[in-house]
């Protein structure tokens, strides 16, 4: 099954349930609370309960406030971009001094070309290896692209 195809499972499953929840709605002895005769107490029991910002560690019912996920979003920005430049010097940071540089060194070209061949094409078909797949899904940020999101949707459901 293919990573779209598992999309489209886990949109159906999703629809399924958001059916189910419209077909319970003012169903009140549907509702998950000891409060079964009055939705805006059982609402209520639910705040009450749970608080749903958690700075320190979120889960599938709490998440980081808005502060917290500035700045996780800003420090990622900033280890990104030192990531992209790899330490280098300020005399290397730009991409017009990286191609004076290689404009200069025959022996950088022939390096960078040798990189280039391990790139991802988007142009074309591309036969890769296991790992290859592995890594390049990691470095897409994809992760495993065989997780079955139906089965993970129905466990957040427990």
């Known amino acids: 099954m293919t990573l779209q195809e598992r999309i489209s ?12 929840l419209f077909q319970n709605q003012g169903n009140l002895s549907a509702l998950v609370t000891t409060e079964k005769t009055n939705l805006v107490g059982a609402i209520n029991e639910v705040a009450n309960a749970t608080t749903l910002i958690d700075d320190v560690t979120p889960s599938a019912s709490k998440t980081y406030s ?14 990104t971009k030192n990531e992209l430049l790899g330490g280098a010097s300020s005399a290397f940071d730009t991409l017009q001094e990286i191609e004076s540089r290689l404009g ?22 591309q036969t890769l290896t296991a790992a290859q797949i592995t890594q390049v899904n990691a470095n897409l940020g994809i992760g495993e692209p065989n997780t079955d999101f139906v089965a993970t949707f129905n466990a957040a459901l427990v």
């Open 9 to 20: 499972a886990l949109a159906t499953a999703i629809g399924g349930k958001i059916k189910q």
């Open 66 to 79: 808005s502060n917290k996920i500035q700045s996780v979003v800003s420090a990622a920005a900033t280890a």
């Open 104 to 125: 200069s060194d025959n022996n950088s070209i022939g390096s960078l070309l040798t990189a280039v061949g391990f790139r991802v094409r988007f142009d074309a078909p």
